[in-house]
T-cell receptor, first 109, second 116 residues
Framework: GIQVEQSPPDLILQEGANSTLRCNFS?????LQWFHQNPWGQLINLFY???GTKQNGRLSATTVATERYSLLYISSSQTTDSGVYFC???????????FGTGTLLAVQP | NAGVTQTPKFQVLKTGQSMTLQCAQD?????MYWYRQDPGMGLRLIYY???????DKGEVPNGYNVSRLNKREFSLRLESAAPSQTSVYFC???????????????FGQGTRLTVV
């Protein structure tokens, strides 16, 4: 099956700093999503991005499908950005998602 | 717009007890899924349903059964709970099929289950 690797596993930032999270996947996919799991356990959809680049406020994401990786950029980080960021990929007609193990982000004031 | 709704949010069971987790979506999605999340890990697929009346096993189906009651509802049943089933359970839905370009999945708020 498809392997999904995320890096770094942990990240500590000062408020206002920028960061880049990476997701590598081992095969072609037709779905790639980034999620933020907040400290209350909720999974928040950030981006649906099987290819290309999208931006939403301070967050942006780029997926290079031919090279099998995706990047999530967080600019001017805030304490509310803390939590775990997951990348998940899906393929085929069933869209069964395979999750990476996540990046744990802590933003300190 | 409620999206994906799961009940209950929290549950404690004794070993051997049974329970059903309920999930409903109001986005007219054809596919629904049950995942579990264990500490420090990403989510793993338990079962999924591509349409009303069809279900199929995911990565970790042992000890679970599912029912796709109609297009909106997809339930997960633990017949005889075991401590290894202590986890957080998420339901999700999405559109799937050749005619859909956007297959973005949406998740419920999760059910935190403890089996003692």
């Amino acid at each position: 099956g498809i392997q999904v690797e995320q890096s770094p596993p942990d990240l500590i930032l000062q408020e206002g700093a920028n960061s880049t999270l990476r997701c590598n996947f081992s095969d072609s996919v037709n779905n790639l999503q980034w999620f933020h799991q907040n400290p209350w356990g909720q999974l928040i959809n950030l981006f649906y991005i099987p290819s290309g680049t999208k931006q939403n406020g301070r967050l942006s994401a780029t997926t290079v499908a031919t090279e099998r990786y995706s990047l999530l950029y967080i600019s001017s980080s805030q304490t509310t950005d803390s939590g775990v960021y997951f990348c998940a990929v899906g393929r085929g007609a069933t869209n069964k998602l395979i999750f990476g193990t996540g990046t744990l982000l802590a933003v300190q004031p | 717009n409620a999206g994906v709704t799961q009940t209950p949010k929290f549950q404690v069971l004794k070993t051997g007890q049974s329970m059903t987790l309920q999930c409903a979506q109001d986005m007219n999605h054809n596919s629904m899924y049950w995942y579990r999340q264990d500490p420090g890990m990403g989510l793993r697929l338990i079962y999924y349903s591509a349409s009303e009346g069809t279900t199929d096993k995911g990565e970790v189906p042992n000890g679970y059964n599912v029912s796709r009651l109609n297009k909106r509802e997809f339930s997960l049943r633990l017949e005889s709970a075991a401590p290894s089933q202590t986890s957080v359970y998420f339901c999700a839905s999405s559109r799937t099929g050749a005619s859909y370009m956007n297959t973005e999945a949406f998740f419920g708020q999760g059910t935190r289950l403890t089996v003692v």
